[in-house]
């Protein structure tokens, strides 16, 4: 563990010496809070930090954005018919979302 360490503190030092870690996004800025996380999430977890950063969310990420929309359109639709078909829209998401993250937690085990 001692020599993965130095070896993390001296690639810290040539970038540091090379320009790499100024400039940087947050630069100066305290780290975000982060929930704590069990050791075997911590991996998943940077992993979905880095694809989002990058743009490449999992489809699990675009399936609960609309789940939150169409649970918003459900609470708000002004009849029973427009609930209805809310209610429609709200199921098919759902389980396209379960489907989803359960493909994603097969995939990781």
Partial sequence: MGSFRSLVERQIAKARAAGGLSGLKGEGQP???????????VATSAAMRIMAEAGA???EFALKK??????RAYAQAPDHRARQA???????????????REARRKYLS
Avoid: K, N
């Fill in 31 to 41: 780290l975000p809070d982060r929930p704590v996380e069990p050791s075997e999430q």
């Fill in 66 to 71: 609309q789940l939150d929309a169409a649970r």
């Fill in 86 to 100: 809310a209610m429609a829209a709200l199921a098919d998401l759902e389980l396209r979302y379960e489907i989803a």
């Fill in 57 to 59: 969310l999992p489809e």
